[in-house]
């Protein structure tokens, strides 16, 4: 294929690196979200070979739900944060104007 001219051409491309990145920039409490998924999954995963008699479904069911409520607090977190900044954090002459 050969291309042409008319052909639009972006400066920079976005890695999926420099978008994750950027999203952490923006909002620091999600790589605290994703940060404890990876530790409890590998937790999980680590108490996998002492999990005894209880059924593999039994165990997965756990670890997820210990992954979903630390994403959760962090997204609970995250919010209060943005709250705490927005409205506790502003003067009153601020507040008036919005």
């Known amino acids: ?4 001219k008319s052909q639009w051409v972006p400066e920079h491309e976005d890695t999926a690196y420099t978008k994750l990145l950027q999203k952490v920039h923006n909002s620091p409490f999600m790589l605290v979200g ?3 998924f990876v530790m ?3 937790y999980g995963v680590y108490l996998l070979k ?3 008699k209880m059924k593999m479904s039994l165990h997965l069911i756990h ?4 992954a979903q409520a630390c994403a959760v607090g962090a997204i609970t977190l995250g919010t209060t944060h943005t709250m705490y900044k927005d ?12």
């Not at 670890?63 to 210990?66: E, G, I, R, S």
Request: hydrophobic residues 35%; proline residues 3%; charged residues 15%.
């Open 87 to 98: 409205y506790m954090l502003k003067p009153s002459t601020d507040r008036a104007q919005k």
């Open 50 to 52: 002492g999990r005894g």
């Open 34 to 36: 994703l940060g404890s």
């Open 1 to 4: 294929m050969s291309t042409s």
């Open 63 to 66: 670890t997820q739900m210990a």
């Open 40 to 42: 409890v999954v590998a």
